[in-house]
Every structure is written in C-alpha cells, then in structure tokens.
C-alpha cells in the first residue's frame, strides 16, 4: 500500500509511465487534467489553486490507502507549496524535458530537492516502471539468512504481524509457511490464498523482505545434528500474547 506522486513539467511522459506502473502494482491512478474537468472545475492555475489542486489529489490517494490500496497522482505539482498539500508520497520526478508548452507553468515549476526517482530522458516508461517497482517492491532473496514462521494464521491478526516485525528485526527476512487446515473444522474457515492475501495487505510495507509459501497440514517438527538453524520461541508482551484468534472468528462469525 503506497502513495505515489509521478510529477514533472508537461509534456515530461507522466502519464506514459503512470499507465506502465498502474498495473504492476494494481494501483489506481488519478490524473490531474481528469480530477479538474470531474470533480474540481471550480479551480484555475493560480498557485493557492493549484496548492489546493494538489491538497485534494493527496486526500483521494489517502482514501485508496485507507482501503488497502496502491494510489498513484498523475500532475505537474510543480512547487514545494503544492508538494506539501500533497502530502508524504514516493515521489517520482520525471525530469525528461526543459521546458513544458504552458510558459506560466515553466516560471513557477521548481524542481523537488527531495525525490525516491529520478526519471531521465534515456529509457522507455515500461522500463522506468520495473525501475520504480524493484524500488516499491523489491524482490525476495531466498539466498539471505531468512527466520521461518509456521501456522494457520486464521485469521492473521496484530499478534502474528507483530510477531512477524519481531521476527525482521532479528533476522531481516521471512518465510510465512501456512499450513493446509482450510475446512478441517470450524476453526480454519479460510483457504489457503485468503489467508496469503490478507498477510501481504498487512505487511505490505514489508515488501520484498517476506514471502508467503503453502505448507502441508504439519503436525510434526523433527530435527538431527547440525540441522544449521537455531529453533525458538519469541514471546512478546502480554497485550499480544493474550491476541485471540478464536475470539476473532467468534466476532466475526457474530458479525456475519
């Protein structure tokens, strides 16, 4: 779940690379000149309207947050004022021309001091989109020193989550290894890829650092000499611990 700006002067192939980006991360995209002729028709180009252009292009991108999506703003947003009315964002400067076709838009752009990518003229939007989403979404080394964590997860809740992040801090990389107990009684309702979708929504600013894999329904953990791992139990803090799975079903169930 992200919140990203792609920015830039007109003209710079914004657009080209939120459509390539878009679907790598099944983001909703919303483009500036779309938001003013639907929804914001009352603002011209001033700059306390453009500030305030760009204060409600940020406040719909929080609302996909809030709702456990990816949202990418699509604008010019050319001063520091309109960056800040914006809001905190993985910022992508597409920084491909000198100049823009609005002259009043060219005098007051300011390039950002601060920004997570730089597009450059040399690279197509396709490519500068899998730059941007080895970035937002690295991938998973299975090389790297990885701690695992085997459950059912049903549902994952604060308590594994939290358990998880104690788990990165340790290590720095996990195996989430879900076992198949869907249906065996009223205990595991969900299936194995609602169980996987809901823990990546919720680690999902750990991406890249976690990988969710299906395990057999395992009963039994035997290990011989030299197995090269260390085994142990991470006990938390007492609020945590006392995290119920079981009354999440109930309440759910009661919900339902």
């Known amino acids: ?121 040399h690279g197509s939007p396709q490519s500068w989109a899998e730059k941007a989403l080895s970035e937002l979404r690295p991938a998973f080394d299975p090389q790297k020193p990885t701690a695992l964590f085997v459950g059912r997860y049903q549902p994952f809740h604060a308590g594994h989550k939290r358990l998880i992040e104690e788990g990165l801090r340790r290590v720095g990389q996990i195996c989430i290894a879900v076992r198949d107990t869907h249906g065996n009684n009223a205990s595991n309702p969900l299936p194995y890829f609602a169980v996987r979708q809901r823990i990546e929504a919720v680690l999902s600013a750990y991406a890249g650092k976690f990988v969710v894999v299906p395990l057999p329904n395992i009963t039994h953990v035997f290990y011989g000499r030299d197995v090269g791992y260390t085994i142990e139990r991470i006990v938390l803090d007492e609020a945590t611990e006392a995290i119920s799975a079981t009354e999440i079903r109930r309440l759910s169930c009661a919900l339902g």
């Not at 710079?12 to 459509?19: D, E, F, I, P, S």
């Not at 390539?20 to 099944?26: E, K, R, S, Y």
Request: proline share 5%.
């Open 1 to 121: 779940m992200r919140k990203i700006l792609i920015m830039g002067l007109p003209g710079a192939g914004k657009t080209a690379l939120a459509a390539a980006l878009a679907p790598l991360l099944n983001a909703v995209v919303f483009n500036a000149d779309a938001v003013r002729e639907n929804l914001s028709p009352d603002l011209g180009f001033s700059h306390s309207d453009r500030i305030e252009h760009a204060r409600r292009m940020g406040w719909m991108c929080d609302r996909v947050l809030e709702a456990g999506g990816t949202a990418i703003a699509d604008f010019i947003c050319p001063t520091p004022d309109t960056r800040a009315a914006f809001g905190d964002a993985y910022l992508i400067w597409v920084d491909r021309i000198r100049q823009g076709r609005f002259e009043d838009t060219n005098r007051l752009f300011v390039a950002p001091e601060r920004f997570d990518l730089r597009v450059t003229e």
